[in-house]
């Protein structure tokens, strides 16, 4: 039986299986409506942890590399799709955390189902998102943080691209990007809307053998550590899960997630929570960023992350190095 016909029949992929499914789908080896057939089925009874594995295990194959060199790298991208359009977190939580020393390549994409995304705002405040062939390696040697806009690192992706548009539901392949990051970076802290998806991405990422991935959700559906509402994170150590639980009423009195109007807006949100002019927004970006320093090992606890990113904040340093990447 082929495994396009195990899949629509409703049976379970290994992870060896998915794999092998998904390389045959990113080499443009299936039809439109075998794609089709795959993705729905798999929705309908649930992706497993071996086929999301699998799935990701593809598109790291397929995907274009970068060379960060010899340097520890971080990453803040998640999966995105929340639906919220709030103001742009994990991004400005990758500045926050270069202006701590750490050094960044931030995965993205433009917006999906929010307003603004990873990368809309980066070019509306004037940092480069696209590169001629190799500027992206200068940029980030120089920096010490780039961006990697997704559709130019996974050309593979479009022979699934006419399908996923037509099907205009989530699918497995929301899930990945985040577990393909072209620079394989030693740590990432992965925000998932759905304590479901959550759960399922972690134990896809421990079977990817990965180590120094942190995957979280709020409560209340962000992909983002929220500030109305407990973040349930999960650490994946030495093959182990470790689950833990931030709440924001530990850090600062709770408020409602900012949500953004428009690219005017966003901008504006953005630059008052990276200079520390609004109280609120610096705090969100602080727990987030507290969250990523615990996960890439430079504090203690998310406790001292908090604390060591608020100073950042309000010390200027994060506004400097914001400004600082504009332009080549």
Same mark, same amino acid.
């Given at each position: 039986?082929? %495994?396009?016909?195990?899949?629509?029949?409703?049976?379970? =992929?290994?992870?060896?299986?998915? $794999?092998?499914?998904?390389d045959d789908i990113m080499q443009g080896k299936l039809e439109e409506s075998?794609?089709?057939?795959?993705?729905?089925?798999?929705?309908?009874? $649930?992706?497993?942890?071996?086929?999301v594995a699998g799935a990701a295990a593809a598109m790291n194959r397929a995907?274009?590399? +970068?060379?960060?060199?010899?340097?520890?790298?971080? @990453?803040?991208?998640?999966?995105?799709?929340? $639906?919220?359009?709030? =103001? *742009?977190?994990?991004?400005?939580?990758? =500045?926050? +955390?270069?202006?701590?020393? %750490?050094?960044?390549?931030?995965?993205?994409?433009?917006?999906?189902?929010?307003?603004?995304?990873?990368?809309?705002?980066?070019?509306? =405040?004037?940092?480069?998102?696209?590169?001629?062939?190799?500027?992206?390696?200068?940029?980030?040697?120089?920096?010490?943080?780039?961006?990697?806009?997704?559709?130019?690192?996974?050309?593979?992706?479009?022979?699934?691209?006419?399908?996923?548009?037509?099907?205009?539901?989530?699918?497995?392949?929301?899930?990945?990007?985040?577990?393909?990051?072209?620079?394989?970076?030693?740590?990432?802290?992965?925000?998932?809307?759905?304590?479901?998806?959550?759960?399922?991405?972690?134990?896809?990422? *421990?079977? +990817?053998?990965?180590?120094?991935?942190?995957?979280?959700?709020?409560?209340?559906?962000?992909?983002?550590?929220?500030?109305?509402?407990?973040? @349930?994170?999960?650490?994946?150590?030495?093959?182990?899960?470790?689950?833990?639980?931030?709440?924001?009423? *530990?850090?600062?009195?709770?408020?409602?997630?900012?949500?953004?109007?428009? @690219?005017?807006?966003?901008?504006k949100l953005f630059v008052d929570a990276v200079s520390g002019s609004e109280?609120?927004?610096? *705090?969100?970006?602080?727990?987030?960023?507290?969250?990523?320093?615990?996960?890439? !090992?430079?504090?203690?606890?998310?406790?001292?992350?908090?604390?060591?990113?608020?100073?950042?904040? !309000?010390?200027?340093?994060? %506004?400097?190095?914001?400004?600082?990447?504009? $332009?080549?």
């Amino acid at each position: 039986m082929s %495994l396009v016909r195990k899949t629509a029949m409703g049976e379970k =992929l290994s992870m060896e299986e998915a $794999g092998a499914l998904f390389d045959d789908i990113m080499q443009g080896k299936l039809e439109e409506s075998e794609i089709a057939a795959v993705l729905i089925a798999m929705r309908i009874r $649930g992706e497993t942890p071996e086929e999301v594995a699998g799935a990701a295990a593809a598109m790291n194959r397929a995907k274009v590399r +970068l060379d960060k060199g010899e340097r520890t790298a971080t @990453d803040t991208c998640g999966t995105g799709g929340d $639906g919220k359009s709030t =103001l *742009n977190v994990s991004t400005a939580v990758s =500045l926050a +955390l270069n202006a701590c020393g %750490l050094d960044i390549v931030k995965h993205g994409n433009s917006a999906q189902s929010g307003k603004v995304g990873s990368a809309d705002i980066l070019k509306l =405040l004037g940092i480069p998102v696209e590169f001629e062939k190799g500027g992206e390696q200068e940029y980030f040697r120089k920096h010490g943080y780039v961006f990697l806009f997704a559709p130019l690192f996974h050309p593979a992706m479009k022979y699934a691209g006419k399908v996923r548009k037509t099907l205009k539901v989530p699918t497995i392949f929301n899930m990945l990007g985040p577990m393909a990051n072209p620079a394989d970076p030693e740590y990432q802290a992965i925000g998932i809307p759905s304590s479901e998806s959550m759960e399922l991405i972690a134990k896809a990422v *421990n079977l +990817l053998g990965r180590e120094g991935v942190c995957v979280y959700s709020s409560r209340d559906g962000y992909d983002e550590v929220s500030s109305s509402a407990p973040t @349930d994170c999960i650490m994946i150590e030495s093959g182990e899960l470790k689950r833990f639980t931030i709440d924001p009423a *530990n850090y600062f009195d709770t408020f409602d997630m900012p949500v953004v109007e428009d @690219d005017a807006h966003a901008v504006k949100l953005f630059v008052d929570a990276v200079s520390g002019s609004e109280e609120k927004l610096t *705090n969100l970006l602080a727990i987030n960023a507290g969250l990523n320093l615990y996960n890439s !090992k430079e504090v203690q606890d998310v406790r001292e992350g908090f604390e060591k990113a608020r100073d950042a904040i !309000k010390k200027g340093s994060v %506004l400097e190095r914001l400004n600082s990447l504009k $332009g080549e």
